[in-house]
């Protein structure tokens, strides 16, 4: 009987490592367009700078290149079986960034994923039975204030928040900030609200954890809560 061949994960490399950052594939995210895929980190970066996929050079979208983005959580899965460690080492950086950041507010030293991994089993399926869907979500907490220009359009009725801090997954969009905007604010759903970061307007497919890497950081670690503006939509025609 011939003996099979084994295989090593350096045989695999060239499907499994991102062409930007030359690392394993993290979160590995397809351009639906030409199914090329990077780390989701490196592909959000490059796309606000450009909308050309990095790989080949198509253009992706016009004007949102991040709505032609997939995360392949098949490929996911299949990285960490042949990489060994890697599920846990990203993991372990993940609570560690986290805990770093919460232990500014609130003295909390633990983040959500931490307090998650001393549940046993079944703490966590009562849990799930209860409704708390986004207890394990990694969570922020943002500061959101009213941004006053002299003489703006429709100032007069977008005020400043009495509770302008909350906590909140890092996975919500700016969409949604807007959508809460408007709630307490008693504003129409469909009024139009610009929310800024550094004085830089966000796309509102921005996710507040893409925010806080990409944006809010350049503050310094010091910097947190991280805080975000909101006014009245400005039309530059």
Not at 63 to 89: A, C, H, Q, S
Not at 170 to 177: K, L, N, P, S, Y
Request: net charge neutral; with cysteine; charged share 30%.
């Amino acid at each position: 009987m011939a003996s099979q061949r084994r295989h090593l994960v350096r045989d695999f490399n060239r499907y499994i490592t991102c062409s930007m950052c030359r690392g394993y594939l993290i979160k590995p995210t397809a351009v639906t367009e030409c199914l090329h895929t990077f780390c989701k980190s490196c592909i959000v970066q490059h796309f606000e700078e450009s909308n050309e996929c990095p790989e080949c050079g198509i253009q992706v979208h016009e004007t949102n290149p991040l709505e032609m983005l997939r995360l392949d959580k098949t490929l996911e899965e299949i990285i960490f079986k042949l990489v060994p460690g890697l599920r846990e080492k990203e993991e372990q950086q993940e609570m560690d960034f986290w805990k770093k950041n919460k232990s500014k507010t609130n003295g909390e030293a633990d983040s959500p994923r931490s307090k998650k991994a001393r549940l046993s089993d079944k703490e966590e399926d009562e849990g799930e039975k209860g409704g708390d869907y986004h207890r394990s979500d990694p969570q922020i907490a943002i500061c959101l204030d009213c941004l006053r220009n002299n003489g703006q359009s429709g100032e007069s009725i977008v005020k400043g928040l009495m509770k302008k801090f909350i906590r909140c997954s890092t996975r919500v969009t700016v969409g949604t900030i807007k959508k809460f905007l408007c709630l307490k604010l008693n504003l129409p759903s469909s009024y139009e609200l610009d929310v800024l970061c550094n004085g830089e307007i966000m796309g509102k497919d921005h996710t507040l954890e893409f925010i806080y890497r990409t944006r809010w950081r350049l503050q310094g670690d010091s910097a947190y809560p991280m805080v975000l503006e909101y006014r009245p939509r400005i039309d530059f025609g």
